[in-house]
């Protein structure tokens, strides 16, 4: 791999005095290391943006805060959405293969260079073998107890480094399937929070879980680190590399070509499930995954399947803060200055749509009462891209949901192909899980017809 070039060295020394006393190694094999902010920092400098002229994103933790986010509807819409069905040339998309050949590839790679950032094309391979059941380097998932006999597998994906041998990557996948199963079984693969393990076994299908971090750390000084990192040969990212959302999806990817390996799992029949960051992650990775069956996004909120064009809880804002920035790529950053939300081209409802015509369920918590989620992932906002995503559903053949008026809490809309419910409690999928699975089991009885892969002409 090359030394670090000259314009990070320069960036680096024209930094605040925080990075001073920062040494970029000279050999090749050695990462640099940096805080978050650090590394922010020197996006923001590639970029051309001074630090002090990023907005801030509102608050959502004071009520009583000047700064507290806004919950007021007549305020919610200030910007129109993208055009979803009609091409950069401008013409109607009004036949499958319009979908397929041109808008859909236009709208991934706005998404690729804007949003998430594009994932190398030279990702070093993936190893997949069985684990010892302490092996990791981590803790696994807090689980519940188990109703009936289970298969285990504990397995380690070993990601080659020979390319940058300071750096290490090995995935951890924990797999369930039940122990009485004759045929190969549906897999419900959970990225974090999802839960339903039990529920998901004593329906006859399998349980996994990725260890998403240990793809790719959860923090901006990871940037270096983890896949992102060892791709970059521990250099810091350019302002289109990927972020730990494309990232923890590209591992949900390994984790669907370790099944198709397993005589034991329907491959044509897997599952993605996450909450809350992991719900965004598990929407990222339906989307740019055709082999996923079906889908359960859990209270993503901003950066999953909440319109980003809406002035209600998390904003643009806040996902460019440190805390939050490292999910997407550096180009993102523009959009909290000196661009506008309305300038990226693309929003939440072509996210969703690049899922289309597979199933997907939308799941929240009530926005108010007693132990309700709050406001701050902004449910109604993520209705209304589930809405605007409708017509691509309906394009391609499938059903999507059958009003545009946002049902009270505890009512399913589970008719068609794209699904939504809002429960009674917090920020959990748990109460839907019920319904989820009792919808999701339409489509998993079966072996789908399989999906359209857009990488393949």
């Keep these: 791999m090359p030394r670090p070039n000259d314009l990070v060295l320069a960036a680096l020394a024209m930094m605040t005095p925080l990075c001073a006393g920062l040494a970029l190694q000279p050999e090749a094999s050695a990462p640099v290391t940096l805080t978050a902010d650090q590394d922010r920092r020197l996006m923001l400098q590639q970029l051309g943006i001074a630090p002090e002229t990023l907005r801030r994103g509102p608050s959502g933790f004071n009520p009583q805060a000047p700064d507290y986010y806004n919950t007021d509807e007549s305020k919610a819409n200030p910007w129109p959405l993208p055009e979803l069905l009609v091409t950069k040339d401008r013409r109607r998309v009004d036949t499958p293969e319009l979908w397929w050949k041109v808008r859909r590839?236009?709208?991934?790679?706005?998404?690729?260079?804007?949003?998430?950032?594009?994932?190398?094309?030279?990702?070093?391979?993936?190893?997949?073998?069985?684990?010892?059941?302490?092996?990791?380097?981590?803790?696994?998932?807090?689980?519940?107890?188990?109703?009936?006999?289970?298969?285990?597998?504990?397995?380690?994906?070993?990601?080659?480094?020979?390319?940058?041998?300071?750096?290490?990557?090995?995935?951890?996948?924990?797999?369930?399937?039940?122990?009485?199963?004759?045929?190969?079984?549906?897999?419900?693969?959970?990225?974090?929070?999802?839960?339903?393990?039990?529920?998901?076994?004593?329906?006859?299908?399998?349980?996994?879980?990725?260890?998403?971090?240990?793809?790719?750390?959860?923090?901006?000084?990871?940037?270096?680190?983890?896949?992102?990192?060892l791709c970059n040969g521990g250099q810091p990212r350019k302002p289109d590399d990927w972020g730990a959302l494309r990232a923890w999806a590209w591992g949900a990817s390994r984790a669907v070509d370790y099944f198709e390996t397993d005589p034991s799992v329907d491959a044509r029949r897997i599952g993605v499930a996450g909450l809350s960051r992991f719900g965004k992650a598990a929407l990222v990775a339906m989307a740019y995954e055709p082999r996923f069956a079906v889908g359960l996004i859990g209270s993503s909120g901003a950066g999953g399947a909440k319109l980003l064009r809406r002035n209600v809880g998390e904003q643009v804002e806040n996902l460019c803060s440190t805390g939050e920035y490292h999910w997407f790529a550096g180009n993102f950053l523009k959009y909290a200055g000196p661009f506008a939300p309305c300038d990226i081209p693309v929003d939440a409802h072509m996210l969703l749509a690049l899922c289309a015509p597979r199933p997907v369920f939308i799941s929240y918590g009530a926005m108010t009462g007693p132990g309700s989620e709050g406001q701050w992932v902004d449910q109604r906002g993520s209705f209304m891209a589930a809405v605007a995503a409708g017509p691509v559903w309906r394009l391609l053949g499938a059903k999507a949901l059958p009003t545009e008026e946002m049902p009270p809490v505890g009512t399913a809309l589970v008719d068609g192909e794209l699904a939504w419910r809002m429960h009674a409690g917090g920020h959990t999928t748990v109460p839907n899980l019920e319904t989820f699975v009792a919808w999701a089991s339409r489509y998993l009885s079966q072996a789908p017809s399989p999906a359209p892969n857009p990488s393949k002409p």
């Design 105 to 229: 590839p236009e709208i991934v790679e706005y998404f690729d260079r804007e949003v998430y950032g594009r994932v190398p094309r030279t990702v070093p391979k993936v190893t997949w073998e069985k684990a010892e059941e302490a092996a990791g380097g981590g803790p696994g998932p807090r689980l519940p107890m188990l109703r009936q006999p289970v298969v285990t597998k504990r397995l380690i994906g070993r990601v080659d480094n020979s390319s940058c041998p300071a750096i290490t990557v090995n995935l951890r996948l924990l797999v369930m399937l039940p122990a009485e199963a004759k045929d190969p079984v549906p897999v419900i693969l959970d990225l974090g929070g999802g839960g339903g393990m039990n529920q998901f076994l004593e329906r006859g299908w399998g349980w996994a879980w990725l260890d998403c971090y240990s793809v790719q750390a959860d923090n901006g000084a990871g940037l270096t680190r983890g896949i992102i990192g």
